[in-house]
């Protein structure tokens, strides 16, 4: 494992990282929602200020993340396992798999009645743009520094994961993240009849939480959404509405079929 020496150290590289990843794909996420071809997943237009809000929440995100991982592999809490191509691939896979079950259930407790006023912030975005994906609260910002530094910690007492694979995968996370939440389809029409969803569902599948509330509490798949009951069943015709160019308006309501 590579050493960067001090605390200050890693907390720098890691902000400027995470600060870059961050901007570059929210410009990504933006250009697609404004591009001429682009499948706008939500009609309903952004409250005065949203945008604002949510860059504030992504600067204090954007520190908290960095420090808790500066203190993680500063301090070595974490188990390290090789670092060949092959180890790296099954790390990646391990940590998404591993972090989505994380993610379930740290969602599912912010939808309880003594949580939810920390997992607020977050849904005063109803309809998302790139910003909305990191506009948490504290707490909230908490929670996911515990599954970004817990996970490989976990896995560092079973199967010790690739430094590089586990770099690799939060890379995937947080542009995952980020364009996960722009307001315009980019999953391709086969994904949702292709065993792959269960690992990676198109974006509609992620704002109907927004416009609803509830269900579709997993990350970037739905495999524990389906495991655990908490699929919205007419998520596939919303999709595909979507597709036609015909936005979702009204907490993410599909039109009727003819």
């Not at 960095?66 to 390290?80: D, E, F, T």
């Not at 927004?210 to 970037?220: E, Q, S, V």
């Not at 015709?237 to 003819?258: D, F, I, N, S, W």
Request: glycine share 10%.
């Amino acid at each position: 494992m590579f050493d960067l020496g001090t605390f200050l150290d890693w907390f720098v590289v890691l902000v400027f990282a995470h600060g870059g990843v961050t901007l570059l794909t929210v410009a990504l996420g933006r250009a697609a929602e404004r591009a001429p071809a682009g499948k706008q997943i939500q009609g309903d237009g952004l409250p005065e200020g949203q945008v604002a809000r949510e860059i504030r929440a992504n600067i204090r995100f954007c520190l908290l993340i960095p420090a808790a991982l500066a203190l993680a592999l500063q301090g070595r809490w974490i188990v390290w396992g090789p670092d060949t191509v092959g180890w790296a691939v099954a790390s990646f896979f391990l940590c998404s798999v591993v972090f989505d079950v994380y993610f379930y259930g740290l969602h599912r407790l912010l939808h309880t009645r003594p949580l939810m006023r920390f997992h607020r912030l977050h849904h005063l975005s109803r309809v998302t743009t790139p910003w909305s994906a990191q506009s948490v609260s504290t707490v909230e910002a908490l929670g996911w520094a515990l599954g970004y530094v817990g996970v490989p910690w976990l896995l560092g007492h079973v199967a010790p994961v690739s430094l590089i694979g586990y770099f690799v995968y939060l890379f995937y996370n947080v542009f995952g993240n980020i364009i996960g939440h722009a307001n315009v389809e980019l999953g391709p029409p086969a994904l949702t009849r292709s065993p792959t969803v269960w690992f990676a569902h198109p974006y509609t599948f992620h704002a109907l939480h927004h416009a609803r509330f509830t269900k579709h509490f997993g990350f970037g798949s739905t495999f524990m959404d389906r495991l655990a009951g908490t699929e919205w069943a007419d998520w596939v015709p919303a999709y595909e509405q979507v597709m036609t160019g015909k936005p979702l308006r009204h907490h993410g309501k599909t039109e009727p079929h003819a």
